[in-house]
């Protein structure tokens, strides 16, 4: 369910919000399973068959439900590309159930098609946290660090976004700070995993920047 706040229309021509970019959260409960939230499209970034589609979990932190992604592909992702948002935040909790090649969740943001947008994620098999862009198809790390990422338990992930400058946070703890120029536009934001990733996300959030 998306619950939408409001928020000045002065704040939106500041921050490089539309109108359709509200802070918003998104906890999938109001989706019937197999489908996926109003507005959301799913794709992959080269090649495979990913299977995104909201499932009932008992764990989810907001039950029932989760949006999962349980098949394989290079890039899998799933983005509300009807988000047009500049300077602002996302966030997620995300479960990294199995995988044997990756086990990794992330968020985009500034997403402007398939094949370019930022990127954020954490993966369980690494026990890293890294920040990229991905330009053309090809993605490339900007920044990465080593922290725990526990594979079978729910974790939170949030970037804070604004002009070039990009904070991540990983289970509340600042992970990394850095600076990119490539995308400095608006763009849609979502959810991304890698290859063979089975990955659970609950309580996504997007909106202007914290105050």
């Not at 939230?37 to 989760?66: C, Q």
Request: proline share 6%; charged share 25%.
């Amino acid at each position: 369910m998306r619950k939408l706040e409001a928020i000045p229309l002065v704040a939106f021509l500041s921050i490089g919000l539309t109108l359709d970019a509200r802070a918003a959260s998104v906890n999938f409960d109001d989706v019937p399973s197999g489908e996926l939230p109003k507005g959301w499209a799913a794709g992959v970034t080269g090649r495979g068959t990913p299977k995104w589609a909201v499932v009932e979990d008992d764990s989810a932190p907001s039950k029932p439900n989760a949006l999962a992604q349980s098949g394989e592909g290079t890039f899998p992702f799933c983005v509300d590309a009807g988000v047009s948002l500049r300077d602002g935040f996302v966030e997620v909790k995300f479960k990294p159930v199995s995988g044997g090649e990756d086990q990794a969740g992330g968020l985009i943001w500034r997403f402007q098609d398939k094949d370019n947008y930022y990127i954020a994620r954490a993966n369980a098999l690494e026990d890293n946290v890294t920040i990229y862009h991905t330009v053309n198809g090809a993605r490339r790390a900007f920044k990465n660090v080593g922290m725990k990422v526990s594979p079978k338990e729910w974790h939170t992930l949030r970037v804070d976004f604004q002009g070039n400058r990009f904070t991540v946070r990983f289970d509340g703890k600042t992970a990394i700070e850095a600076v990119d120029e490539t995308f400095s536009g608006p763009g849609g934001v979502g959810v991304w995993t890698k290859a063979d990733s089975v990955t659970l996300f609950d309580d996504f959030t997007y909106g202007p920047p914290a105050s």
